[in-house]
């Protein structure tokens, strides 16, 4: 059985691209080729489907993505907006390398300082120079957090948290 804790998030589906079943997506992990992967999955009313690459192809910064079973605009609408998974142990990701974590696996974790709860990982900004968490706070604002090694203190991936220590004044901004 596969579980969430046995899947990465790799990237998203985007639209529909013709009407022959081809979509759009984007990869977070420069470089992966989706062919390559067993299969990727995508959360079907809270179950990890799996499907698999027929090809990929390069559009933009993006990929043009042909699923196995999915021919038509319909099918692949159905598809849209998801979140792609992957297994781990078929992406060629160590989380005990050198620089310890990747931003991407950390989507969905809590983030701590000390005993306070700051909020959740929903999202990572690529738009700059220095990416940034993007952690919705539980009063439903957002803020967002530069990813630095200098502030990660743990990760807890059994409890899906991230413990740092933040620049005073860093959450008033």
Same mark, same amino acid.
């Given at each position: /059985?596969?579980?969430?804790?046995?899947?990465?998030?790799?990237?998203?589906?985007?639209?529909?691209?013709g009407i022959n079943g081809e979509l759009t997506a984007t990869i977070d992990y420069e470089g992966l080729d989706t062919t390559e992967?067993?299969?990727i999955f995508c959360d079907i009313e809270g179950i990890p489907v799996p499907f698999?690459?027929?090809s990929e192809r390069p559009?933009?910064?993006s990929v043009l993505l042909t699923v196995e079973g999915i021919s038509n605009e319909r099918q692949?609408? /159905?598809l849209s907006l998801k979140p792609i998974f992957a297994l781990r142990e078929d992406l060629d990701i160590d989380d005990n390398e050198a620089d310890g974590w990747y931003a991407e696996s950390l989507k969905g974790y809590t983030v701590k300082e000390g005993d306070k709860t700051?909020?959740?990982?929903?999202?990572?900004?690529?738009s700059t120079l220095n990416y940034l968490f993007i952690v919705e706070r539980p009063d439903g604002s957002t803020v967002r957090i530069p990813i630095a090694d200098e502030f990660v203190t743990h990760i807890d991936e059994q409890n899906h948290i991230v413990g740092m220590t933040l620049p005073d004044g860093l959450l008033d901004l």
């Amino acid at each position: /059985m596969i579980t969430r804790d046995s899947l990465i998030e790799i990237g998203q589906f985007a639209k529909p691209h013709g009407i022959n079943g081809e979509l759009t997506a984007t990869i977070d992990y420069e470089g992966l080729d989706t062919t390559e992967l067993r299969c990727i999955f995508c959360d079907i009313e809270g179950i990890p489907v799996p499907f698999f690459v027929e090809s990929e192809r390069p559009k933009g910064s993006s990929v043009l993505l042909t699923v196995e079973g999915i021919s038509n605009e319909r099918q692949a609408a /159905m598809l849209s907006l998801k979140p792609i998974f992957a297994l781990r142990e078929d992406l060629d990701i160590d989380d005990n390398e050198a620089d310890g974590w990747y931003a991407e696996s950390l989507k969905g974790y809590t983030v701590k300082e000390g005993d306070k709860t700051v909020g959740k990982i929903t999202d990572i900004d690529t738009s700059t120079l220095n990416y940034l968490f993007i952690v919705e706070r539980p009063d439903g604002s957002t803020v967002r957090i530069p990813i630095a090694d200098e502030f990660v203190t743990h990760i807890d991936e059994q409890n899906h948290i991230v413990g740092m220590t933040l620049p005073d004044g860093l959450l008033d901004l």
